[in-house]
Every structure is written in C-alpha cells, then in structure tokens.
C-alpha cells in the first residue's frame, strides 16, 4: 500500500475494486465504515454481489479481466472533464508532480492493440521499447499547456479516447448509467481537498495484464491528484498477513531483500550488475521543481551492505563483495511457480523443499502440478499440517505404487507459537511474541533454517569448490543463540566500525563499513533515549500523535520506509508545503526552521519555492524523473500504457477494443495446461475466496467451528444460470474446464446476475479455492480448473478469468 | 360371566404388550437422550407427551374432584356408587402424568427444586406444586378400598376422620391447577393462536375440567361395567348427563362471550385453517353435548349417554390439543409431528392405567359404598 | 445501570466473528452440518451455537440487498423465560442479562415455549440435558470485559452500553441518516423492551422479526397468578360452606324422617 488501514477513514470516496474487503480483510471495515459515517462513499466494483457490495452505497458488476476497459473508461471521463472544468481538478499537480507534460520519443506508436513490434515469443523487440522513453531521455523537454501531441497527457488521452461509456458497458457488461455513476463519483475526488482511496486484491492482480490493471489504477490517481494524501493511495490489500513481509525479503524469483534486482547471468561483476539494475537520475526541464533525487541511485550502498551481512568478513572490495557468491538466473528462464511445474515436468528437477506453501492446491491447474511431482526424488513439506502437496503421491484416483518420490514431512510451529514480526498491507511491521509451545515435534521456521544451514556448513566444511564458498563464507554461526531478535537487528544493519545499528539507510556506505539485511528495514532496530536498545516493531503506543489526528500512529511499530506511514508525501503538498487539504494535512513545511510537520517526510529538502536551485526536489523519488508515471516506461514488459486485452480463455473470440486478442507478452505454461473454447466451456469462472476459510485451507479445514460455518466446496452462480440448467441451491454439480473437473455444492443466488457483453449473455460463476484432499473437510480443489497462464511481467497465474461449464452431477 | 371373563385376558396380553413397547422409547431417553426418541426440537419444546399426558391427562381426571364435591360437599346421594371409580381414575391419571413426567422432565431428579428455589409467578410452579399435593390427596381418598380390602382399621378410621378437609383441599388444589394448567399458555400470545388465546383461558380450562369430569366417569363407568359386570345404575349415569349441559352452557357462554369482547370473534370464519379446527372442537365438544344431553328422551338410553360423555371427552382433548400443539405456531424453519415412540410412550402409560383399572375392580371393593360417617337412628324405644 | 447492545445492521459485514467468539468463549463444540445452497450455517441457534448471523437476500424499492442480522438472546427487560420458569433457574440480572442456573433447572422446557423470540435452546443428544441460550457473557461483564462478540466485531456493528444511552443513540444515528435506516428501534418496546436492539436499512419481516406487542407478554400471566391465593382461600371457604350448609340439611332431614319413624313404631 501507499498509504495504510486506518488511513482509509480520511477518504471522501473509497473504491473497492478487484477485492472483497469485507470477507478477506474484515479489519480493513473498521476503517471504512469510519470513513462512510464521516459521510464517505463506497463504490464496489467486482463480478460479484459479495458481503463488501452489501456494505457499499453503490455497486457496478463487471465481468472478470475487464478492469481495464473499466479503468480506461474511468481515465477518459476524467481527461474530458478535466478538459472542460479544470478547477475541479489539481492541474498544479498533475503538471509539476506527474509526467503528464514530458515530451516522447516521437517514434512511439500504437497500432491496433500493439505498442511496437514483438517477436515470435509475444515479446516487444528492444527496438519496439526503445520507444517508451522521452525525446530526450536524460533531460526530457516539457509543456506545461498540456497540448503537444507528443507529451504524456495528450497520448494518453488519445489512447483512452476509444473507451468511452458505450464501449466500456459493451466490454464490461456493467450497465452504462452505474459505470458513468462511478466515474462521477470518483472524479469528485480529483478537487483540492477531497481524496479517493482504491483499493484492490487478487481480483486486479490475478490476470496476464495484472501488472497494467494496477498501473491504470496509477494512472487514474495520479490525474486525481490521490497520490501522497491521506485518504488517497492506491492499495494494496495483501493476500495473507505476511505476504508484505515474505516479499520485503524476496521469497520471489526476481528480488534480492529490499526489492532489489536478483544477478543475472549476465552480471559478470558488481559493475555490470549495477548498469544494469541501477537507474540513472533523469532531470525533466522546465517544472518549477529541478532535481530529480532518484533514490535508487543508492543501489550500491544497498546491495553492498546485505553481501556484508551475509558474508561479513568474507565480502572486500578486493572480491565484489562476494557478488559472485550470489545465485544468478538466466533472463530466459521462467523461475516462477508457472516455469517451477514445467521444470519439474520435463524432470531438470531432483528435488523440491516446499516451505509454508501448497502448490499441489494453492497453484493454476492442479492436475499439472501434481502430476508433475511425480518426477521429483525428494520433496520436503514443512507445515503445519499436512497438505495437499505433502500427500500428493496418495491422493484419491492415483495409485501410491507407481510414484517414486521419497516425501519427508516437516512440522512447524504455527503463527503463536514462536515470536516475530509480521508486515501487513500497510507496510507496518508488527512483533509478535510466543503465546504456547508448539505441538511434539514441531519447531519455529527460523530454528529449522538454523540446523539446515549448520548442516549444510558441516556438509561443505572440506569441500574447497567454488560452490562451497556460497556455503562456507556465509557467516552463520549462532548456534542455540539464534533468535528472531538477533535477526531483526542485522536485519537493520549495523556500522561495522563501531558496532552500532545503522540509525537508517542514508547511513548505509558502499564501502564495505555498513550491513543491513534489508535496506528498507534500516532504522526499524534503534535505541531508545537512554541509548538501550529499542526494537521498533514492538512498538505499541496507541496515541495518535500527529495534530490533525489523521491516524498516523507513528509510535505504534514501525513502517517502512523509515516509519514514513504515506509515501510519496511530497505530493501532499503545494510547491510552498502547504497541505493541498488543509483538514488531512500529512507533512507541512516550517519554512521558519526549514523542518517539516507531521509524517516522516519524503526524501529530504524544503518544499520545492522554498529550496534552492539544484535542490527543489521532485516529490516520486523512487522514481528515475521524480514526477508519477501516466506514461510508463520500458520497464514494463507489455507497453507503457494498460491496454484491455480479454483473457486466455475468453468468452469473446474477438477483443472488441483492438485486433490484439490476448495480452501478447503474457507467460503461458508448456505443460498440461489444455486450453478450452468458448463453444465447449462458454461460461466465465472465477475463483476467490471466503471469510471463514483460508487460501488452500489446510488451516481453517482442520477447524472444526469453522468447517461447521463452511462445510463444504460449493460454487456460486446466478438463478437465471441455475434454471437452465436445471440446478437447485443445493444440489451436487460438476464444473469443468479444458483442465479437469470438479464436484460442488451449488448456491444458487440473486448476487450473480447474467452480464450483456458484446450483445450476448455472458454467464460467470464464483469457485473458492479453498478444498483439497487431505485434511479433515475435503473437498476438491478450485484450481484444478484454472489455467496456467501468467501476466506477462509477474507471471502471476490468471485465476480470475477462465472458461468452465456446469451440469447437475 | 365366565364368557366374559375369558375376553379380557386377550386384550389383557395386547395391554400388556403395549405397556413393554412403551418402555422402550423410556429405555432410550435415559441412555441416549430425546433426540433418540422424539422429535422434539428447539422450534417445538414441548410436544405430544405434555398435550396429551398432562394437559389431556390431568383435564380427564377432573372426575376426580367434581364426584367428590357432589358427593361429600354437596352431598348428592344416588352417586355414591361411583365416586370409587372416579377417584380411582383421577389417582391413575395424576400417576400417569407423574410417570410421564418422569420422562419428559430433562433432569426429573431434580424436581424437588421446586420446593427449593420456587417462582411464585410461574403457572407451572404452581401447578407442580398441586400435582404432586393433589396425588398425595388422592391417594389418601382412595386407600379406604385398599384399607377395607386388607382389613386394616385404624389407616381406615384416620382417614375417615379427615375425609371431608381431604375432599375440600382436593377440590381447591384441582381448582387451581386445572386452571394454572391454562395460565401457561397465558404466556404465549405470540404462538398461541388468537381463537384459543384470551386472558381468561384459566377460567375456560376450569370450567371445561368440571364439564369433563361427569363426562369421564359416565365413560370410564360404561367401559368397566361393560368389561367387568359391575354397572353403573341408569340412574347415576343419566345424573351426571344432566349435570353437564349447564356446565357446557356456562362455558359457551364464556367462550363466545370472550370472542365478542376481544372483537375477535370474525376469526371463527376468516381463520383459516384453524378456524376449522375451532368448529369441530365447538361442535363436538359443546354445542353437541348441550342440545343431546338436554334431550330427555336422549337421556333415556345408557348407549347413548356414553355417545355422549364420548363426545364431550373427544371434544376436550380436541381443546386441549388445538390451543397447544396443533394451534400453535411453529418456529420459523422446524416442523412437529409426534415419533412412532412418542405415541408408544404415551399409549404404554395409558394402557398400564387401564391394567391397573382392571385389577382394582377384580382385587378391591370397588363397588361398594363407602360407609357414612351418620349418626345412627335412634334405637325404637318401643 | 441495565446494560444493552445496539446492532446496527448496517455496519455488519456478515464476517461471523460474533459467531466464532461466542463458541471460543464458550468452549461449544462444533455439529456436523451441511451447504443447503447457502453460506449461512448452521441452519438453528441450538445448544451449542448461541448465536448466528442470519443471511437474507431481498429487493426493497427497486435496490438489491444482502442483509446480515445477528440472532440471540434478546435478554428483554420483562423476560417470559424468567416468569415462567418454576425453580427460578432463569433469572434477570440487574445489569441486564438474562442468566441461566443449570444447578436449579429440571429440564421441564417451559421456557422454550414462553419466550417470544423462540430463543432457549435443549441438549437432545444427552440423557441429562441443559438449556442453553446466550448469556450475555455475564461472566465477562461481571470482569469488567465486554461480550466476547461485541469485543470481536470490526466494524462497531455491535455496540455495548447503557441501555438508555443506546437507545438516544440509535434515534440519533437515524436522525442524521433517515434514508439509510428504518424508522424503528427493534426491541426498544418490543414485549416491553429488549437489552439487544435492533437497526435494520430494511423492514424488520424482512429478515424473520415478527411486529410484536409492546404489553409484556407475562402481563396476563402474573395477573392471574395473583388470583391464586383469593382463589384458594375463596373456594375453601366457598366448600366448606357448601358442606356445612348441606350436612346440616342431611342432618335435619335425618332428624325429621327419625322422628317421624319413631313416632310410626310408636304409634
């Protein structure tokens, strides 16, 4: 998230889109239903009527994996009023804070759903990106007036000029008056002083365009001028409650802690490593702000000190650090779970530690993946309990004798069983302490990790290889003294020259002098007033300190970065620091001792008209050139602008905005992975979850008050689809896909209605994913109808938007 | 006679069988729980055993206390002959409800409770209190058969010497509960149905009590004279005959009087279904009693009288059933009708009573008189 | 001084915690049950689930709505459980609950048919079995905590207080939104007023709430309850006189018929 949970209570408008907050995050309605007593709006935008739609003072229904048509549709009704009435709007934002008025690479060119060329592999050609950049890529040239046909604003309103309203409800399904009702709404939000909040879920990221359904949410935002404010952002809201934390320390293919680029083959030093990864501070000319700060020109000082935590003495300058000890990947590998199943399939993998996880149930077509198991030697299940994934090789139609996979169960400890921190939504990283001893034999992760690593050193201790140096130099050497607070200290990082933690990461060096395990964590260990040590996490100070009481509660643990609550704050404000809304202040600027009030403020400098030249400071310094991006840049695999392309597996064969049927770039797994038809499968299905259970439900199943709640799989769909074919609530049905089927009991309910899209009837059902085979409810699993395909920059699978069909069983 | 005699050890066997059948449903409340035997359930508490056993059970042994007050208080002589068998109904018929109870109640071991910790204002306090007193009354009225039977003559004179306050504490304790048995359902206007509910009900339930008592001793009489030889006189049955009509008459009165004032009485014809229900009680119940038993020439036939004694018996149980079971609401999402073993319960204790009926008229001196406690007439000084 | 909750059913989010806590801080055990083509489960309050959030889909005035309402005890401030039960097991607490003493009960089940809300709930499955009912979590209120739902609930649905204040409240959160809610308090008068009340966007047969009478219903009990003992002393009084008057006559007809016989044997 950008902003936090109880910031959501400052909005003026909040829109829930791709997300069933009330179900999945009922917390988060603590602070909506505040939000909509102070006499916020709620708008829920999702295929389905869920318990968060019944809360909301408007719904709009819209068929899965249409939310850029949606969102697009969103961008052109505000550009066009923005056009008519820009007093309703913050322009002083949207020209000095956004790159709407950066000029582009005039070879950049969109033609009927394509932003360049792409190669037999859906992949745009260097040559196709190289036109995503500005004219003038290290001092782009601007216009303030907004009209140049090459600046940002207006290709951006030419390209979102096809999605007007008939079109939008033509693609989406959702009726035009309830799609142009949201729009108004949420436009209000765009005036000084009024703030609109979204907030989103799988529903947005589940797609082969999730990456671009998010960046619209950018975009929309940033015209409204929702960045940096309280009661704005655009947030996230976490899958699991320690999914902020698991990816802040890179349990991702592509990431080393702190988001920092994973080496690749091509690295071949440290230096290498840096051109490619690090980027360049890029000065946009003719913004009343100068300097672009470009915080990740820091890289170095990053990476440098997480190779020293990680190999202290062992990682010199004379070395690199110890760079090359690190693992790097080939750019032309898939190492995601997608890439994982076709690996294990073609059999390239001997053997596979699934840690706290259960792809057997948890990943895009089941079938696959547990098939795929089979070639494994070895597979080690740590968990709680055992899973789907654990039991692989005796689940029901498959027979034991013919697998050879030698399977070894872990237990762990669950959540109140060990101490740690957690990182919500919000990026608050929260300490928890022990409660009860785990059950028999099971221990906390961190101390199974220990007794791997010091068998693993044991192991290599002779082995003078240059492998076994990873292994060797890595300092590990706690012993029975290991503990999550010894970890969350190096984890901030210490000054190797006196011993001290590192009071935050302005303070890291490139030189081998600092450590940090995670540069975003820098400052969350520190010492208290009278120089004892503090570890911040465990904070837990309700006052609400901040004068206008916009729930900061800077005293309760600690955030990252640097307990900053709202990033990109800078934009919360003028170009004189003062507050765009004088009653949500987030930071003011003291100009009489050049300080600022109120949130960790951005980056540092006084407000742009009252710093000097060379240091006004642009307020996105996460950012290359300071400003948000309306426009994206080559970073993106499928094009700087989210385009609405229909799923995989569509229940149109033609894409009525452009020639492009599919997201071009989008990942598609090699193995099983059959795809279905709209004439066999004309259905829509998407998969989700529920209050009462958990992800692959290997938890909530083995709970009795809950399985008593939720007893069984069951799927959703409209009275109007039950009665053709002849279903009644209750009933056992079968649902299929090009994939497999599955059992269910049917709910049959006014909350899913048929959609008009492209002037026939689309119907879509609902499927949680949340059955499997072991456990004590069983039940099969979702996912063993979803496809394995990925959206084209995370891989992350489609989940949302498949085809299926129903029969009574 | 001796024909006679060799019917009755048949229907002695299908009683006796029915009486084992019953207990199983008994056998199984106590190892497993209702759930097991009955289809009891959160939305319907309270189901065939308390209609029947006890709002049925106790209504029907009214005989008991209306007998003994034209008996002894009123002192009514031609129907000595059948205060015996009254009061020995009215003693089975609070056993049997105390037998039903036994199962019914959820933990009836604790049943002294109510002596402990009583609430005052429950009707149901009230009436556990005077069941149980009332048993003991009856029992203490009824011992002079066993007494005379085993020629024990000093439990005899005691007795005799507090017949009468027996006999009027049994009168005020029946008056009581016969009518707290309707208060109960004085706190229910939500699921009684409104043609059976009116804060007078306890009156009603009283007042329909006093007419089924007569009624119930015409009926029990016939029956064991018929099986046993021992016959009521024309006399005594054509007696009680005539004593009912006014009763009913008062409690017409009442009842439809009660409609009126609650401006409730259109119900008797838009209340559907119930309002169907509401008529044949009526007319079952009442209204046909009433015009046959104020019949002379009706009155003449001791076939007849039992027909109808039968009626006004069958029309109180349709009543009693009507306003707390059948008439009742039902909890939105349950449905109620009585298990196979409900019913065997409720039969079983029945047919125990009628096996315990028969033994009395074969063991003990039913049919005498029981002897007055006059002055002797002067001895002829002549 | 009598405590209350106020549930505004248009702050729950159907989320069931309520439902969860309240079998946490119980220590209930789960039942088996089934889908039967609804998320809501299970289908009853029943004795080892005291409380439940009801689902209701329903259209009003053209606009479709999922309506949540939590169900249990209603803890009325005239209870019919209190009155009718004959040990005094169910009693009301000063501080509002209704609270039940398994170590008086008998099992007699009055209760489950006195109360309006059809809220007292039985052990079938065992031969010894207990009512149970919500219990306000007086154990918890009697710590100075609040009900284990009311603690759980996220969104301030359920609000704990005074019952006076709660009520002020409730009319002045339909004041300030008279479009949102429905002009009426459940349970401020109902059967003579509730501890648990009611805010609904929808009418309240909607989701099952039967209008009721505002007259508690053991008004017409604990009336006629109060002609126990006048009747009693009466119809002894009442009998005795009967007997006396009626013996003396049997005495005096003695008499007659004696003199009359003896003066026949003497003639």
Known sequence: MTNHWIDFRNADVILIMGSNAAENHPISFKWITEAMERGGTLIHVDPRFSRTSAKADIYAPIRSGTDIAFIGGMINYVINDMEQNPNNYNMEYVKQYTNAALIVNSGYKFTDGLFGEIDSKGKYTAAAKATWKYADTAKPATDLTLKDPNCVFQLLKKHYSRYNADTVSNVTGTPKDKFLEVCQIFA????????????????????????????????????????????????????????QGSTDFALLANYLPGYLAVPNINDTNLDAYLTRARPTAVYPQGLVADNSVNWLGNYK?????????????????????????????????????????????????????????????GGPDSNAARTAFANLEWLVSTDIWLNETAEFWKRPGVDSTTIGTEVFVLPMAASIEKEGSIANSGRWAQWRYKAVDPPGEAMPDLEAMNLVMEKLKELYKSDSSPQAKMVNEVVWNYGDSISS?????????????????????????????????????????????????????????????????????????????????????????????????????????????????????????????????GAKNLPFIMVAEGVGRLMGGNTMADGPFPEAYEPWESPLDKNPISGTQIDPSSVIGTFMNTRGTAAEFPIVGTTYRCTEHWQTGIMTRNLPWLVEMMPEMYVEMSEELAADKGITGGDKVTISSARGEIS??????????????????????????????????????????????GDANTSIPEYKAFLCNIRRA | MMEKKRQLPIGLGILSLLVITGLIPAIIRYISGFGAMSNLSDGRGLGMWISFDLYCGVALAAGGFTLAAIVYIFRIEKFHSVIRPAILTAFLGYLLVILALLVDLGQPWFIWHIFVTPNIHSPLFEVGICVVTYTIVLALEFSPVLWEALKWNVPLKIIRSIQIPLVIAGICLSTLHQSSLGSMLLIDPVTVNQLWYTPIIPILFYCSAIAVGPAMVMFEATLTGNALGHRQSHEVLEGLGKIIPWVLGIYLVLKLGDLILRRDIGLIFTGYPMNILWWVEMIIGVVLPIILFSNKSFRKSDGRLFLGALCVVVGLMLNRFNISIIGMQMRAGYTYFPRWSEIALSVGLFSWGILVIWLANKLLPMSEHPVQHVEAPPEPTE | MSKGVLYDATKCIGCRGCQTACKQWNQMPSTETKNTGSIENPPQLSSTNLTKIRFTETEQNGKFQWVFTKLQCMHCQHPACVTACPVSALQKQEAGAVTYDDSRCFGCRYCMVACPFGIPCFQWDTPTPWIRKCTFCFDRQSGGLKPACVTTCPTGALKFGERDDLIAEAHSRIAAAPDKYVN????????????????????????????????????????????VLPVLGGMAVLMTGIWWITKRRDENKAKAENKDEGKAVTK
Not at chain 1, 486 to 505: C, Q, S
Not at chain 1, 524 to 539: H, W
């Open chain 1, 485 to 613: 607070d010894l970890m969350a200290k190096e984890i901030n990082g210490y000054d190797l020259t006196t011993g001290k933690l590192v009071a935050g990461f302005s303070n890291l060096k490139d030189d081998g002098t600092t450590s940090s395990g995670n540069w975003l964590y820098c400052n969350s260990y520190g010492y208290d007033s009278a120089g004892k040590e503090l570890n911040k996490l465990a904070r837990r100070d309700n006052v609400d300190a901040h004068p206008n009481k916009i729930g900061l509660y800077a005293n309760w643990a600690w955030c990252w970065p640097m307990n900053r609550r709202i990033i990109y704050n800078r934009a919360a404000v003028d170009l004189n620091g003062n507050p765009w809304d004088s009653e949500h202040p987030v930071v003011t600027f003291n100009p009489a001792n050049n300080t600022w009030i109120g949130d960790v403020i951005d980056g540092s400098g006084n407000a742009i008209n009252l710093a000097a030249a």
């Open chain 1, 744 to 789: 269910a009991i049917a709910i049959v309910t006014k909350r899913f209605k048929p959609l008009t899209v492209a002037g026939k009837t689309v119907h879509e059902i609902g499927i949680p994913w949340h059955w499997g085979y072991s456990g004590m409810s069983k039940g099969d699993s979702g996912n063993i109808l979803t496809p394995q395909v």
């Open chain 3, 184 to 227: 009426h308090l459940y349970g401020e008068n109902e059967v003579g007023g509730t501890s648990w009340m009611y805010l609904s966007s929808v009418p309240f047969e909607t989701f099952g709430f039967k209008t009721l009478q505002e007259e508690p219903v053991t008004e017409n009990v604990e009336r006629a309850m109060g002609y």
């Open chain 1, 301 to 361: 000082k990053y990476l440098v000190s997480l190779l020293k935590s990680w190999y202290g003495d062992a990682a010199t300058a004379d070395n690199d650090f110890a760079f090359n000890y690190l693992p790097k990947v080939d750019p032309a590998v898939n190492y995601t779970h997608i890439g994982i199943i076709e690996a294990l399939a073609k059999g390239t993998i001997k053997g596979m530690w699934v840690w706290g996880q259960n792809p057997a149930s």
């Open chain 1, 188 to 243: 209000s939000t765009g005036k000084k002083g009024k703030a609109g909040t979204i907030l989103y879920a799988m529903g947005i990221t589940q797609h082969t365009y999730g990456t671009q359904n998010i960046r619209a949410f950018t975009i929309l935002q940033l015209l409204l001028g929702n960045i940096g404010i309280a009661g704005g952002g655009i947030n996230a809201l976490r899958g699991t409650s320690n999914v």
